[in-house]
């Protein structure tokens, strides 16, 4: 492909990514060619740009830095298209991951030469654009699915977000490996592997949050059933553990804590695992005001609290 890439080649690979839908081939009919081989053309012809070689031969400039970046994500979004689409993913999934593809096939229009080049993919660009409207969105697919790919599309929405934000600033600043790196991450935000990191991440955090404010509440709802002596004591206890914040002088004082406590203290090296073990100490015995007094006591030991 001597003069860029072949629009006709483009369109049949577009077309393999976004035909007709049947429940047969993630809904569309069985292609009447290769499309791993139409693939590995588009691969030759952005080879010479996405090879980590030619961007460290003579030195490495912005210009080849940001050449290797448009022709990854050209590819990768293409490729992720196709895995998404044999998936048998829900038609916003595939326009939401559509979107991407038209962006990087834009900013690959202005990266890449020769002309003809740019000009068959600004035409690819418009292709994947109008294809969208003929996909049909009854077709079958596992329920499980839409959310791994919504989870999916929106991992790399986030990595995609700081390679252009990286793209075009000095190499002391974005460097080719600080790409390269992100790179990797946006492909494996779009892996299954990753979507459910990502779930489990935010699943993580929610549970976090929650159990922070059932805490919050149980504590609020104990406080009330106590003398007024106790209420203040819980609250300074408490205070004085979310105090403890400096690893350096306040592990120590945390492991003496837990020893005081009748724990292993030395055995706890994380500031925060030794803060959360006292915070569930403080969950148990907070209801109690006898427990309280002498928890008291002990933090007042150890000059924590006065």
Known sequence: ??????????????????????????????????????????????????AIKNVYEGGATIEKRDKMIAGRLVMMNLRYLQFIKSLNAERQFIDSASDVAILSLNIAGTALTPASTRTALSAISATLAGSKSAIDKHYYYEKTMPALIAAMNAQRKQVLLSILQGMGKPLEIYSVEQAITELDSYYYAGTLFGAINAIQVTASAQE??????????????????????????????????????????????????????????????????????????????????????????????????N
């Not at 890439?5 to 393999?16: A, D, P, Q």
């Not at 292609?31 to 080879?47: C, G, I, N, R």
């Open 1 to 50: 492909m001597s003069r860029g890439i072949s629009l006709s080649l483009l369109v049949i690979v577009l077309f393999s990514l976004f035909g007709c839908s049947t429940v047969r081939d993630g809904g569309g009919p069985v292609p009447s060619f290769d499309v791993m081989q139409d693939l590995k053309a588009l691969e030759t012809e952005f080879s010479s740009a996405v």
């Open 208 to 305: 976090k949050n929650a159990t922070e404010e059932i805490e919050g509440i149980t504590r609020a709802r104990i406080s009330r059933l106590l003398s007024s002596q106790a209420r203040t004591q819980n609250k300074k206890i408490g205070d004085a553990i979310e105090g403890l914040t400096d690893i350096t002088k306040d592990l120590p004082k945390t492991q003496t804590l837990l020893s005081d406590l009748g724990l292993n203290g030395l055995s706890f090296k994380d500031l925060q695992a030794a803060k959360k073990q006292l915070r569930a100490i403080l969950r148990e015995r907070g209801h109690d005001e006898t427990k309280i007094q002498d928890l008291f006591t002990i933090f007042k030991n150890n000059h924590l609290v």
